[in-house]
């Protein structure tokens, strides 16, 4: 049996890192053979522009920038297949929706934004973690990177809004570190045998 796509999404500070990292833990001590999965990949040539744009030492027009987050994520497909081929559950920590999400809330047109990223692998589940702006900056507020703006990461909320259909799961990213983990594990243990590998996205 292939194994599950399962996309987290969330505005930047919802913990979505470090859930994404102790699901994984999790769904392995429990004998399941996860990997863990990040967009945008920094490591690739794709990725290390995208890097040196996020760390404001590059500047790119928006739209160029937008088809390089959408290229990295390209470039993983036929890995990320292979891989749930051969019957392992990828956990990925944001995917085309924080694609579309991130450069709507700049500004650009939303389909156009969804364009690039129609076709790919379409995801057995996206999780949400969601919390509001005011939790969000509890945490000790936005880091350095572009995007980190109480503005902007409203945006993208709203943007994030526009996306949602129902095979979503919103999970209450204010709890506890715990209930949250709890509350992911119990999402993907009850995500029903998957099907065949579907590419497609918004198709
Ligand atoms: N981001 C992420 C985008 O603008 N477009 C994308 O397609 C993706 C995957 O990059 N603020 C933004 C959202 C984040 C930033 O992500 C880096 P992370 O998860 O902080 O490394």
Same mark, same amino acid.
């Given at each position: 049996?292939?194994? #599950?796509?399962?996309? $987290?999404?969330?505005?930047?500070?919802?913990?979505?890192?470090?859930?994404?990292?102790?699901?994984?833990?999790?769904?392995?001590? #429990?004998?399941?053979?996860?990997?863990?999965?990040?967009?945008?990949? +920094?490591?690739?040539?794709?990725? @290390? %522009?995208?890097?040196? /744009?996020?760390?404001?030492?590059? #500047?790119?027009?928006? #739209?160029?920038?937008?088809?390089?987050?959408?290229?990295? +994520?390209?470039?993983? %497909?036929?890995?990320?297949? *292979?891989?749930?081929?051969?019957?392992?559950?990828?956990?990925?920590?944001? /995917?085309? =929706?924080?694609?579309?999400? =991130?450069?709507?809330? @700049?500004?650009?047109?939303?389909?156009?934004?969804?364009? &690039?990223?129609?076709?790919?692998?379409?995801?057995? $589940?996206?999780? =949400?973690?969601?919390?509001?702006?005011? *939790?969000?900056?509890?945490?000790?507020?936005?880091?350095? !990177?572009? /995007?980190?703006? +109480? *503005?902007?990461?409203?945006?993208?909320? @709203? !943007?994030?809004?526009?996306? %949602?259909?129902?095979?979503?799961? %919103?999970?209450?990213?204010?709890?506890?570190?715990?209930?949250?983990?709890?509350?992911?594990?119990?999402? $993907?243990? *009850?995500? &029903?045998? &998957?099907?065949? $590998?579907?590419?497609?996205?918004? @198709?």
């Amino acid at each position: 049996m292939r194994g #599950h796509l399962i996309v $987290v999404e969330g505005c930047d500070r919802s913990g979505k890192t470090t859930q994404c990292e102790r699901l994984v833990q999790s769904l392995q001590e #429990h004998g399941k053979d996860a990997e863990l999965v990040k967009f945008p990949d +920094r490591t690739t040539q794709t990725g @290390k %522009m995208i890097d040196s /744009y996020l760390k404001q030492t590059s #500047h790119l027009d928006d #739209h160029a920038i937008h088809l390089l987050f959408s290229a990295n +994520r390209w470039e993983a %497909m036929d890995a990320l297949k *292979e891989k749930l081929s051969q019957g392992k559950t990828l956990i990925v920590d944001r /995917y085309a =929706f924080s694609g579309v999400a =991130f450069s709507a809330a @700049k500004g650009l047109d939303f389909e156009w934004c969804r364009g &690039p990223d129609v076709g790919l692998l379409v995801p057995d $589940v996206v999780m =949400f973690l969601d919390l509001t702006m005011d *939790e969000a900056e509890k945490r000790g507020g936005f880091g350095e !990177e572009r /995007y980190e703006k +109480r *503005e902007l990461q409203m945006q993208v909320r @709203k !943007e994030f809004d526009k996306l %949602m259909d129902d095979t979503w799961k %919103m999970v209450d990213a204010s709890q506890t570190k715990d209930q949250v983990h709890t509350a992911m594990l119990t999402i $993907v243990n *009850e995500l &029903p045998a &998957p099907g065949p $590998v579907r590419s497609g996205l918004w @198709k």
